[in-house]
C-alpha cells in the first residue's frame, strides 16, 4: 500500500495514497463535519459542511492556502491542511445559517430530534435562527405511502437519491427544477404511491434529517392495547433483539433480546412472541416447495419471499420472475395467519377480536400487511407492522426504563427458534437455514455439521455449490435490490445456473433494514453496520442448541395438530400467498 | 423557473417513435448520450412529454426520474409543446422596468393559461423569454414571431381577438 505524508493541524501523519482529506482526517481521529456525505454512496461536495484550508506543495515550495472540500479533495504528497481555523468555522456557520433560512424548523416534535445530523452541527456551531429572511418553499407531504417524505426539511443533500439510484438500483426519485426551486421528487410530480418504489425505506436511513420517516402507526397499537375487548399479540422478528439496543444508547451489534420482551410485556401487550418460530415454518414451508419443484420440474431457480421490498421489486422490475417467487408468505405474514386461524381457533376467539402486530427491521412490511391474499382468516393476518424505531418510541413513550430491565422471556406458546431462524435477518440466512433442511431431507440422515459458511457474509452476491447425496444444488445470495438486479440478469442471460436464490431487498438483509435505527454518517463511515448487527445473529445461532428448523418442537406441534404435513392443501390456504405483475411505472 | 406540467394531450405519431428509437440506437452504448438523445427527441416531437422520455427511459435503462431531472433542470427543455399561437413576452430588463410583467399576467389571466405551459386545445402557449433585442420597443412580445412593440396591458386584448 502506498502511502503519503499530510500535516494536519500541525501534525504529522502518514495516509494512504488517494485518500481523501476527510479520510485522512478521520484516520488521524480528527472529524471533519459533513452533511451530505456518506460513506460510498454519495460523495459529491454539495453541503460545503466539510471546508478545510489546505496548502500543496507547489513544486519545492508551498502554494497557497486555498479552501476545499473535504469530502471529495484528495490529499497530495506534504499536503498541509488545517480542519478548524476562525476562518472555516465562519465559512460553516454561514453555510448552516443558508440552509436554515429555507428549513421549516419545527425541531420540537421532530422524529428525528437528537438524532438529526442537521441540529448537531448546529449546536456545535452555535447557529439557531439564520439571519437571512425572503422567501421560503413549501410542499406538500406526500404520505400516500409507509415512506413519508417532507420536503420542508430536506436539505437537498441526496444522500437518498443516491441509495435508491446506487444502491438500490431503483432511481425513483431525484432533483426535480434548478436552483431555488429544486426538489427532491418523482417523475412529472408524481407521488411515490404513483411510482415503482418498493418501499425498502433505505433513503430513510439515509437521510440525515427529518425530511423522510415512516408512516407512525404506534397510536394504532396504543389503542388497541387499551381496548379491553382485544386480545392483542406482538412477534418480533430476529433482527428486531439485535438492533433495539441503538434506540437505548447501546453500540450498534448489542443483543438485547431479554430487556426488548420484558419491555414489550410492560407495554401490555397479551402475548409476546418470536418470529424465529414462523421463520423455521418459512423454511419447512419453503424448502419443501423447493424439493417439490426440483423432483415435480416446477419453475427454477426458486427465490425466497420473506423480504416485501424483493417482492415489489420484482413485480415491478423483473415481472417474467414471479413464477419463480416460492408462493410461501413471509414469516410476519404466517406468523399472523397462524395465530388468526389455528391459536384462534385453539382458544375459541373470533379472529376479529385479535389485534396481531409485528415489530420488524422493515418499511416494506407495513405495505405488505395491505396486500391482497394475505388474510387467511377473513381479516388481515397482520394489523399492524412497527418498525424498530416504531417500538423504541413506544417504550420510551410508556416511561419503561429499557436499560435497567432484566431480561424476560417470550410467552407460551409461540416462544421457540431455532438458531435457522435467527439468521433469517441477516443476508445468507434463509438460504442457510433451507440448507440445513433440504440437505437432511435429501440425504435422508442427520446432517452433522450444520454450518454453510460460504453464503455468510456482506458481500454483495454470494454463489456456492452443494453436493448432496448425487444431487448437486448451486444457490445465490443476493442482498439490496441493486445486487438483486444484477444477479438476475445473469440468471437471464443463461450466465448463472442456479436452483435456489434468496434475496434481501436491503444490503446485507435486514439487520440493515429500512427500518432500523438511523446511524449518523459519522459512524457508517468507520462502522460496517451490515456485519456488526450480523454478528449478533450469528451468535444467537451459534449459542443454540436447537439449529435446525425442522426441529422446531412448536413448529412440529404446528404440523400435529393443525396442517398436518408440509404444502399440505391448509397450509396452502394459510402459509401462502400469490403475486402482481405490476410492471413498470405502475 | 419551476416548470410547468402539459395538459395538452399527447399527438405523438408512430413515425416520430420509430425517429426516436433509430437516435437511442444511434447513440447506444455512448457515455453522456443522454443529452443529445433528449435534443433530438425534443426536435423530433417538439417537446418531451412524459410518453417521449418514458421511451427514453425504457431504451437506455436510465430512470424515468433522471430524465426527467434532467429535462427540468435544464431551460433548452420543453414539457410543453408550442402552442398554434406561440406568444413569448420578453422579461429582459427593458421590457420588465417598463411593464411587460404586467402583461405577460394579463395573457396568461386572459387566456387562462399559466406561464410556461400550453392551452389543453393546443391553441395558445404563453412563455416569458430573455432579451429579444428590441428595447427600444419596449415591452416586447412576439406572437408566431410576429412583433408587437410598445406594448400596454390595455392592448392585450384586442391583439388576442385576431388569434382566437
Partial sequence: ?586 | MKKKLTTVAFQGTPEQEKQLLAVIAKHKGEKGSMMPIMQEAQDIYGYLPIEVQTIIARETGVSLEEIYGIATFYSQFKLNPDGKYAISVCLGTACYVKGSGDVLDEISKQLNVPIGSTSPDGKFSVEATRCLGACGLAPVMTINGEVYGSLKKEDVKTILAKYR
Fill in chain 1, 1 to 586: 500500500m502506498d502511502m503519503i505524508k499530510v500535516i494536519i493541524n500541525g501534525k504529522e501523519y502518514s495516509v494512504e495514497k488517494g485518500s481523501t482529506v476527510l479520510e485522512a482526517a478521520k484516520a488521524a481521529n480528527i472529524d471533519i463535519p459533513t452533511l451530505c456525505y456518506l460513506k460510498d454512496i454519495n460523495e459529491i461536495g454539495a453541503c460545503r459542511l466539510c471546508l478545510v484550508e489546505v496548502a500543496e506543495m507547489r513544486g519545492p515550495a508551498l502554494g497557497p492556502w486555498r479552501m476545499v472540500t473535504a469530502c471529495v479533495y484528495p490529499c497530495t504528497e506534504g499536503m498541509q491542511i488545517k480542519t478548524n481555523t476562525p476562518k472555516i468555522t465562519a465559512s460553516r456557520k454561514m453555510n448552516l445559517e443558508l440552509l436554515l433560512s429555507n428549513h421549516d424548523k419545527k425541531c420540537l416534535s421532530c422524529v428525528r430530534s437528537t438524532n438529526c445530523e442537521l441540529q448537531t452541527l448546529c449546536r456545535e456551531y452555535g447557529v439557531d435562527q439564520s439571519t437571512f429572511t425572503g422567501t421560503t418553499n413549501h410542499y406538500e407531504i406526500d404520505n400516500k405511502t409507509p415512506i413519508i417524505r417532507d420536503n420542508n426539511k430536506c436539505v437537498l443533500c441526496r444522500r437518498c437519491v443516491a441509495t435508491c439510484a446506487k444502491v438500490q438500483g431503483i432511481g425513483v426519485i431525484g432533483a426535480n427544477n434548478r436552483g431555488f426551486d429544486t426538489f427532491i421528487g418523482s417523475q412529472f410530480e408524481k407521488a411515490l404511491a404513483e411510482t415503482s418504489c418498493i418501499n425498502c425505506g433505505q433513503c430513510i436511513v439515509s437521510c440525515p434529517v427529518g425530511a423522510l420517516y415512516e408512516r407512525d402507526d404506534t397510536d394504532k397499537v396504543f389503542e388497541a392495547i387499551a381496548d379491553p375487548n382485544k386480545h392483542v399479540f406482538i412477534c418480533t422478528a430476529p433482527s428486531v433483539r439485535a438492533q433495539i439496543g441503538e434506540c437505548f444508547g447501546y453500540e450498534p451489534g448489542t443483543d438485547t433480546e431479554g430487556k426488548m420482551v420484558a419491555a414489550l410485556k410492560r407495554l401490555g401487550f397479551d402475548g409476546v412472541y418470536d418470529m424465529n418460530l414462523t421463520a423455521d415454518l418459512t423454511i419447512v414451508e419453503e424448502a419443501t416447495e423447493l424439493i417439490g419443484r426440483v423432483q415435480n420440474n416446477g419453475v427454477l431457480p426458486m427465490i425466497t419471499s420473506c423480504s416485501p421490498g424483493w417482492i415489489k421489486f420484482c413485480e415491478h422490475y423483473f415481472p417474467e420472475f414471479t413464477e419463480n417467487l416460492s408462493t410461501c408468505k413471509s414469516p410476519q405474514q404466517m406468523f399472523g395467519a397462524v395465530v388468526k386461524t389455528y391459536y384462534a381457533q385453539k382458544m375459541g376467539w373470533d379472529p376479529k377480536d385479535i389485534f396481531f402486530v409485528s415489530a420488524i427491521p422493515c418499511t416494506a412490511k407495513k405495505f405488505e400487511v395491505g396486500r391482497p391474499d394475505q388474510s387467511a382468516a377473513g381479516v388481515p393476518d397482520v394489523d399492524v407492522a412497527i418498525t424498530t424505531r416504531e417500538v423504541g418510541r413506544m417504550i420510551q413513550k410508556a416511561g419503561i426504563n429499557f436499560r435497567a430491565l432484566a431480561d424476560e422471556k417470550f410467552d407460551d406458546p409461540f416462544d421457540i427458534g431455532s438458531g435457522a431462524g435467527a439468521i433469517f435477518g441477516a443476508t445468507g440466512g434463509v438460504m442457510e437455514a433451507a440448507l440445513r433442511y433440504a440437505a437432511e431431507i435429501i440425504l435422508g440422515k442427520k446432517l452433522e455439521k450444520v454450518d454453510f459458511p460460504e453464503v455468510r457474509g456482506t458481500e454483495g452476491i454470494k454463489t456456492a455449490s452443494y453436493k448432496l447425496g448425487d444431487l448437486t444444488v448451486n444457490v445465490a445470495v443476493a442482498s439490496s435490490t441493486g445486487k438483486a438486479r444484477e444477479l438476475l440478469n445473469k440468471v437471464k442471460n443463461g450466465e448463472l445456473d442456479v436452483q435456489f436464490i434468496e434475496i434481501m431487498a436491503c444490503p446485507g438483509g435486514c439487520v440493515n433494514g429500512g427500518g432500523q435505527p438511523i446511524q449518523p454518517a459519522k459512524v457508517r463511515m468507520s462502522t460496517d453496520l451490515r456485519a456488526v448487527r450480523a454478528a449478533v445473529l450469528y451468535k444467537d445461532d451459534a449459542d443454540e442448541t436447537l439449529r435446525k428448523s425442522q426441529d422446531n418442537l412448536a413448529v412440529k406441534k404446528l404440523y400435529d395438530e393443525f396442517f398436518g404435513k408440509p404444502n399440505s392443501h391448509k397450509a396452502h390456504e394459510v402459509l401462502h400467498t400469490s403475486y402482481i405483475k405490476r410492471g413498470l411505472y405502475k
